[in-house]
């Protein structure tokens, strides 16, 4: 399984960004996908995912500001991040997950992409 990520950036306080990941090869079987960040000297934690029944989690840190989305039909997931802070700069990854029956089979991370809120 590949995972490309795309759409980080340099973005003023409060503004938007929006990330893709796209996600190929032997994707039978994948059903979570979600982002993750890691700032610099933290330990790298959850943005938002969807679960294995479908449903959204989201850090509270993020609730309300980014939007998690996705296109099965282009096996894509999206990250629209609104009112960014300074506090969002982080490499933000692409994760995907397959299970089969609720039995955890493995996971997979994309390369990263940078995210940069500054003014």
């Known amino acids: 399984v590949q995972l490309q990520a795309s759409g980080g950036g340099l973005v003023q306080p409060g503004g938007s960004l929006r990330l893709s990941c796209a996600a190929s090869g032997s994707i039978f079987r994948i059903n979570v996908m979600g982002w993750y960040r890691q700032a610099p000297g933290k330990q790298r934690e959850l943005v938002a995912t969807f679960t294995t029944g479908g449903s959204t989690v989201y850090a509270d840190s993020v609730k309300g500001r980014f939007t998690i989305s996705r296109d099965n039909a282009v096996n894509t997931v999206y990250l629209q991040m609104n009112s960014l802070t300074p506090e969002d700069t982080a490499v933000y990854y692409c994760?995907?997950?397959?299970?089969?029956?609720?039995?955890?089979?493995?996971?997979?991370w994309g390369q990263g992409t940078q995210v940069t809120v500054s003014s």
């Open positions: 994760n995907a997950e397959k299970w089969s029956d609720y039995v955890f089979i493995a996971t997979y």
